[in-house]
């Protein structure tokens, strides 16, 4: 009945400000969590703190059709499935995230400075491996532990740990669990694989990323590596507050959630969802050409080998001649145009960058073939028809058209042969006669 008061609550709330915030509304679980996601939100977006309730409250404003909402629930289970305005980081949740960013072996060393750093790091190896690897251990033994309330390993984590090694304190785990809350079998098949070598973000999925902070925090306290002790004694608040600060934006487009975030924003683009942190191409119309290959191994990794991904490379036929008779000046504003026309029938669908010159390259993850094929073709003819209504007003006697090479393919595909069929394609489009679109499989 509180939860249900809740979900009203909020939901009359959602109501109100959807007639106000222009931008997306973000439904967040976590405290920790909304202020990651308020650095991430574009400046006409609003994030809203719903204390657990996101998932469910997120069904109660559909049902009442009010638009432009999603949700970020904490932690990589639930029931929302597929839902295309549900939103989850790779590793679970955003402490996880944080952990494996490019920014945690800097920030750490700034809180335990660099003898303390140096020194774990020849004791016991990675320190964020470390704990996610703990963290990960003590989750499976709580799972296993039959239903007692409070659970028998719900207490201060210093006491589940040997801080001389930097390890799982089994004797005193053990212990703790001679009233069979624990079963010898289950105790001995969790410390049997406790040492199974595993990737870091696979452990992270299997735990909680708060509880690796935590026992981050108490490492700043107890463990002393060779004797050094941490510079500074942190709480997992600080820590994730200190990493939440050092992350770069543009990391998190290394993450399938961004992108399945940029797929919902081109689908809602009335309700602007996230900063924008890219720059645009020198021209101001779409992406500058340093991200495009980056973009590209990262929409791979997150279509995988079951998704679909469509990579568009084009120029302009006869462009030479524009600049050669009316100069570059002119010839910026054929670009501009060429550009202007690509975005206006793909800008909904993909990732548009000018790769330089008159080369554009356009990346459509998880959308039809034959819709790409449509799309692709719409974009052909439209700057056909657009360009030689600006040649005859300008005097040209061939105005530019465009060749396109479309590939078609999935996560099993390296970058470098995506690269290389959309250069095949093109190619081709050019041969055959130009004006016309190529596509590869």
């Not at 939103?87 to 700034?110: K, N, Q, Y």
């Not at 990323?209 to 981050?216: R, V």
């Not at 101001?284 to 998704?307: A, F």
């Not at 090479?405 to 595909?413: E, H, K, P, Q």
Request: some cysteine.
């Amino acid at each position: 009945m509180r939860d249900q008061l809740g979900v009203d609550f909020f939901a009359n709330s959602v109501s109100m400000l959807r007639a106000s915030v222009d931008g997306a509304i973000w439904l967040v679980d976590d405290e920790d969590e909304a202020s990651f996601y308020e650095k991430c939100a574009h400046d006409k977006a609003l994030v809203l703190l719903t204390h657990g309730l996101a998932l469910q409250l997120l069904e109660v404003v559909e049902q009442r059709g009010i638009e432009g909402v999603i949700a970020c629930p904490r932690g990589c289970q639930g029931p929302d499935g597929e839902r295309g305005n549900v939103f989850r980081p790779s590793t679970g949740d955003i402490a996880s995230l944080l952990l494996v960013s490019r920014s945690f072996d800097l920030v750490i060393e700034d809180i335990c400075g660099t003898a303390w750093l140096t020194a774990s790091e020849k004791q016991v190896g990675s320190i964020r491996h470390r704990v996610v690897w703990i963290a990960r251990v003590l989750q499976q033994l709580r799972q296993e532990c039959r239903a007692e309330k409070p659970s028998p390993l719900d207490r201060d984590v210093c006491e589940l740990i040997r801080w001389d090694v930097f390890e799982v304190n089994w004797e005193g785990i053990r212990a703790t669990l001679a009233d069979n809350a624990l079963t010898p079998i289950a105790l001995e098949e969790v410390s049997a694989g406790e040492k199974d070598p595993r990737d870091i973000r696979v452990d992270l999925l299997d735990c909680d990323g708060k509880d690796a902070l935590q026992l981050l925090a108490a490492a700043t306290r107890m463990f002393r590596p060779r004797g050094i002790a941490a510079r500074k004694v942190v709480g997992a608040a600080e820590i994730m507050g200190m990493l939440r600060v050092a992350f770069h934006l543009d990391e998190l487009e290394t993450d399938e959630m961004f992108w399945r975030m940029r797929r919902w924003e081109r689908r809602n683009s009335t309700y602007p969802l996230l900063r924008k942190w890219k720059t645009l191409d020198p021209l101001g119309v779409v992406w500058d050409q340093r991200y495009w290959e980056t973009d590209l191994n990262s929409i791979l990794r997150s279509v995988g080998p079951n998704g679909q991904l469509a990579a568009l490379k084009m120029d302009l036929d006869n462009f030479k001649s524009v600049n050669d008779t009316l100069g570059h000046g002119v010839g910026d504003e054929a670009i501009r145009l060429y550009c202007s026309i690509i975005r206006k029938v793909m800008g909904k669908h993909g990732e548009i960058y000018r790769r330089g010159g008159d080369e554009v390259v356009v990346l459509v993850p998880e959308l039809d073939p034959t819709i790409v094929r449509a799309l692709a073709e719409e974009t052909r003819a439209a700057i056909e028809s657009e360009f030689r209504e600006w040649g005859i007003v300008r005097g040209i006697e061939t105005s530019p058209t465009a060749s396109v090479g479309l590939v078609l393919t999935n996560g099993d595909c390296s970058s470098e042969q995506v690269i290389r069929l959309m250069d095949q394609a093109q190619q081709r489009a050019k041969q055959e006669g130009k004006n016309r679109v190529v596509c590869l499989q």
